[in-house]
């Protein structure tokens, strides 16, 4: 069966510091990888896509970015972090047409 | 373009009793429809979805909803409600295709109260 990881769980940075989130698929190849950011209180707002290795595409203008160096690894950087970054960070997978979630990332910017 | 809405952001309910969590979407082309469940601090789970064939599906937890093409509705229900289903639900329309992006609505707040 397939399972997606995401980490850390919880994050803590200081506005103007780096960051990396990591997403891993287990179980699946060459899926669609998706990287969303929930607000408090608000709905998802879908941030990147890919459709494969290197393939990436920005739904939003902002100062994050996101790579997939590999078939089922994709992360998501900033080189330096805004308090309108804090939020729920979910990354989701998707072969066919419904999406499977990952536990998500809970980032504080102070 | 495609849209969701979600109007109820939040609906209280008692134990055992029914609820209906309302979603209408807008969309010029043939859609996907897709039901998720969100408790607090965690991931987003798939309750059920629509892809095609009999407009009634049935979900995970006892949850079922129709698709109405008439009135571009997808509705979600469930007879008798327990307070384990306190959580956030979200619709969701997608128009597959390589990209197969989702859509999202702004959530419904379901709280149930003993």
């Known amino acids: 069966s397939q399972t997606i990881h995401q980490w850390p769980a919880t994050l803590v940075q200081p506005v103007g510091s780096p960051l990396s989130l990591e997403c891993t698929v287990e179980?699946?190849?060459?899926?669609?990888l998706y990287w969303y950011r929930q607000a408090a209180g608000r709905g998802l707002q879908l941030l990147f896509y890919s459709v494969g290795i290197g393939q990436i595409s920005s739904e939003v203008p902002q100062n994050l970015s996101a790579s997939r160096p590999q078939d089922r690894q994709f992360i998501l950087s900033s080189k330096k972090l805004l308090l309108s970054d804090s939020g729920f960070y979910l990354c989701?997978?998707?072969?066919?047409?419904?999406?499977?979630f990952g536990p998500g990332t809970r980032l504080t910017v102070t | 373009a495609q849209s969701v809405t979600q109007l109820d952001s939040q609906v209280p309910v008692f134990e055992e009793a029914p609820v209906e969590l309302r979603c209408n979407y807008s969309?010029?082309?043939?859609?996907?429809l897709f039901w998720y469940v969100q408790y607090p601090n965690q991931g987003l789970q798939l309750l059920l979805k629509?892809?095609?064939?009999?407009?009634l599906v049935k979900g995970i937890n006892g949850f079922e909803a129709e698709f109405n093409k008439s009135q571009t509705s997808f509705h979600l229900r469930k007879p008798s409600v327990h307070i384990s289903d306190t959580a956030e639900y979200f619709c969701a329309v997608s128009v597959g295709g390589a990209t197969n992006k989702l859509i999202f609505g702004t959530g419904t707040l379901l709280a149930v109260q003993p």
């Open positions: 969309s010029s082309v043939s859609v996907y």
């Open positions: 179980g699946t190849s060459n899926p669609n």
């Open positions: 629509y892809l095609s064939g009999s407009t």
């Open positions: 989701a997978w998707s072969v066919l047409p419904e999406q499977y």
